[in-house]
């Protein structure tokens, strides 16, 4: 990327969300993301440019160093800060901003510091070998995957109810969505292909934000936020016919939908639970636990023909999970830690940089929040390890997988070595290759911790009053899922 001959017109606008905006480059597999500030700053911004590049190089050293050990190297793509020309960045700003979505307008995009992130724009991967059909990239946002355990939680529903499913009731109590989604992220931690098929069956249903589909480059389903209107499944699923034709090695064009829908969902389970090239073992500590079922979830339990197998300990799934569980005490047995620190910088506020409250994220950082110790010995050394533990917990839990599908040719096919790539030929051809990606691993700022809190409290509180009463879906729902899966 040459900096000093940037044109505005060889970019165009892909997404953003709360705290930066995102534009893609027209030709190469490249994305700048940049910050985003409050409209009513915009004329006066509120960080210098040397602090906004420390912001940007702070994402950069939190993911590098931080997520990337905890979560797997092979996952991580951290990107690097570049300086950009400043008129360059105003005419972007200027261009994209017809294509934002009104209820985003509210920030407006940082044209003072010139400071973006520089990252490879993971809805086009690089191909191997040019194939008449794009690759298909889905972006999923996972969410938590484990209930917290009953010893620092004040509501016995919390040890029921997973936070996505009472999340929802809040989400559409307060208007944000309109219909709840019966996306359960316990089914999709679980590593049985009966409730991960279930759940993504259900993120295709009602995507929200958890769930995109591209197909080269471009986005050809996902949910727009407040709208009435559902995603076109039906556009969808003619996107995705000319990648599921193949039946028994003949090309069959009367595939029923449903056989397209099942057979797309099936490919996505296979990447999901691939050990990516380690040993594979299978880990399941949550079923001994009794945590990995949600009493929200209409999953029916006693459809599993098949013993929960856990997922397997290199899988994309297995390790996020691991460091979402970082999270120890749950935010209500934080919190009284949190207020520990707190005190301990009102009365030494040097300590903040010894503390390494806001960085910087380097292996010293990583040192503090593994050799925690098990018990509270009272130092305030301690609270802040688990602080930090929680802060890293958080960012998984928030945290997106990019599985990138790309249909094999038919030399790839008769070839059973695709270097480091798997296939996936378990099901019926055409085969993929694929690769995971995690992304938006952005360090959670120390002082979000008291709105976690209050937040927390108005979900469960929200759940509680209506009783966790469900909308009643359609009868087709029940019916279909008992066709969904069969014998693999």
Not at 135 to 144: F, M
Request: aromatic share 8%; charged share 25%.
């Amino acid at each position: 990327m040459e900096l000093d001959k940037m044109d505005e017109n060889d970019w165009k606008y892909h997404g953003e969300g709360n705290k930066s905006l995102v534009v893609s480059h027209v030709q190469h597999p490249r994305v700048l993301r940049l910050l985003k500030y409050p409209a009513e700053d915009s004329e006066n911004p509120p960080q210098t440019a040397e602090q906004a590049y420390r912001q940007i190089q702070n994402i950069v050293d939190f993911s590098s160093n931080v997520m990337s050990s905890l979560l797997g190297e092979k996952f991580i793509h951290s990107g690097e800060v570049v300086k950009l020309p400043l008129e360059f960045v105003r005419q972007l700003s200027i261009k994209v901003q017809h294509q934002r979505p009104a209820w985003r307008c509210d920030k407006v995009m940082d044209i003072y510091s010139g400071c973006a992130l520089c990252l490879p724009n993971l809805t086009s991967p690089a191909l191997h070998q040019p194939t008449h059909t794009p690759p298909l990239c889905i972006e999923i946002k996972p969410k938590c995957g484990f209930l917290p355990s009953p010893k620092h939680v004040s509501k016995d529903i919390k040890t029921k109810v997973c936070r996505y499913c009472m999340h929802q009731h809040y989400k559409v109590a307060n208007g944000k969505w309109k219909r709840r989604s019966f996306y359960c992220p316990l089914d999709l931690f679980s590593g049985n292909r009966q409730r991960m098929h279930f759940a993504i069956r259900h993120l295709i249903e009602e995507p929200q934000n958890n769930f995109k589909v591209f197909k080269g480059g471009q986005c050809i389903y996902s949910s727009k936020e407040g709208s009435d209107e559902s995603p076109d499944m039906n556009s969808l699923l003619h996107h995705l016919r000319p990648y599921f034709l193949h039946t028994n090695n003949r090309m069959n064009s009367h595939v029923t939908s449903k056989a397209v829908l099942n057979d797309f969902i099936q490919v996505l389970v296979n990447a999901l639970l691939s050990s990516g090239g380690g040993d594979g073992s299978v880990v399941a500590d949550r079923q001994a636990e009794g945590r990995g079922f949600c009493e929200a979830s209409i999953f029916n339990k006693e459809r599993i023909r098949h013993g929960s197998r856990g997922l397997p300990s290199d899988s994309v799934l297995f390790r996020i999970l691991q460091t979402q569980m970082l999270d120890t005490l749950d935010i209500e047995g934080l919190y009284p830690l949190y207020r520990q620190v707190e005190q301990h910088l009102q009365d030494f506020p040097k300590e903040r940089t010894r503390l390494q409250i806001e960085g910087p994220y380097n292996e010293a950082f990583l040192e503090k929040l593994q050799k925690c110790p098990s018990e509270n010995d009272g130092s305030v050394e301690y609270a802040v390890a688990k602080v930090h533990q929680y802060r890293v917990a958080m960012t998984a839990k928030d945290c997106s997988i990019m599985v990138a599908l790309v249909p094999s040719s038919e030399e790839e096919e008769d070839n059973e070595s695709l270097s480091s790539q798997r296939q996936l030929r378990d099901f019926r051809p055409p085969a993929f290759s694929y690769s995971a990606s995690i992304l938006d691993l952005d360090p959670k700022p120390f002082d979000s911790i008291p709105r976690q809190l209050r937040l927390d409290q108005k979900i469960v509180s929200c759940y509680l009053r209506t009783g966790g009463a469900l909308p009643k879906g359609p009868v087709r729902e029940k019916e279909d899922c008992t066709l969904l899966f069969h014998p693999m």
